[in-house]
């Protein structure tokens, strides 16, 4: 006769093997969508470019090798790839700057609407949700018309007769960076707003009570008991940002590359599949890190949170 605890012990190995099976198609899904692709990448950055395009099937590690090197086409010498190096710099400097701006205008504004009344909340929510209601496209195309030589700023400036001549916003860094802050605030203002709203004022009050100024509070009360929103906020910029593609293609011009835009550059125009795979790969290995970090991130905060 079975004991209590081979009977519990096989009800735990049939509640294991059903929840299993009943998680198959979840994991069917996950890995034919999701692992299946980026496993083909892969194989293709160690297969050899092929003369108009596509692969061909012989081992090769030079698109690794371009991820940084580069091979002179006249006497084959080896050098630095300067451009490619240029480029994920930019990337990732422009990305962290997008970051750190959202994080600027998102937290008051995430903090404005966590002290409103809670049935006034929606409504603020409802307007940062509005522009998701767009294409991306469109909403780069209308900060484009607010840039560009006869748009908003440049008119307002000639108008109150502080320049002369319009200033050359559009196709530069600052056009990206721009596009790119006015795209991702969102992502900034509603993590925030949920770590805001269970924020516990009375904190707050007590801080003043015992005469903190208003900068200490928010650095010793405030910015602590929000730090989980900062952190997904932070990661909810800087991913999408860094593998940006409509906002630096449109508001850069196509001078301006990012990541991205290099990465369709080799599928298109360059031809050259696996350099592209490999900087696909290069660039989730990036975003990967920034994951770890936030994993890391936030198991220190509920580890000091139980403590």
Do not use: C
């Not at 998701?132 to 909403?139: A, P």
């Not at 840039?147 to 002369?164: A, K, T, W, Y």
Request: glycine letters at 8%; proline letters at 5%; a positive charge.
């Amino acid at each position: 006769m079975a004991t209590a605890g081979e009977i519990a012990e096989k009800a735990g190995r049939e509640d294991v093997r059903r929840r299993w099976l009943l998680s198959t198609p979840a994991l069917a899904i996950i890995f034919f969508a999701g692992i299946g692709p980026l496993f083909i990448v892969l194989v293709y950055s160690f297969l050899a470019p092929g003369s108009y395009g596509d692969v061909k099937w012989q081992f090769s590690t030079d698109a690794w090798v371009g991820v940084v090197l580069q091979r002179d086409i006249f006497d084959g010498t080896i050098s630095i790839a300067d451009a490619h190096l240029q480029i994920f710099l930019r990337s990732v400097t422009l990305s962290l700057a997008t970051t750190v701006l959202t994080l600027i205008f998102g937290f008051p504004t995430a903090y404005f609407i966590a002290t409103r009344p809670e049935n006034r909340r929606d409504i603020w929510l409802f307007l940062i949700t509005i522009p998701f209601w767009t294409n991306l496209l469109i909403r780069t195309f209308a900060m484009m018309e607010v840039l560009r030589n006869e748009g908003l700023v440049n008119g307002l400036l000639r108008f109150l007769h502080i320049i002369d001549q319009p200033i050359q916003f559009m196709y530069t860094d600052f056009a990206v960076l721009v596009g790119m802050v006015y795209v991702f605030l969102p992502l900034m203002v509603l993590p925030l707003f949920a770590s805001m709203e269970k924020l516990d004022f009375r904190l707050v009050e007590a801080g003043y009570d015992l005469y903190a100024t208003r900068f200490q509070v928010l650095r010793r009360v405030i910015i602590p008991l929000v730090k989980p929103g900062i952190i997904a906020g932070s990661i909810l910029v800087f991913i999408p940002s860094l593998g940006a593609y409509v906002t630096p293609r449109v508001m850069g011009g196509g001078t301006n590359l990012m990541i991205g835009n290099l990465i369709e550059l080799q599928f298109g125009q360059g031809r050259n599949w696996p350099l592209g795979a490999a900087l696909s790969m290069t660039l989730m290995a990036i975003v990967m890190i920034a994951l770890l970090f936030y994993v890391r991130n936030a198991g220190r905060n509920q580890g000091s949170g139980h403590g």
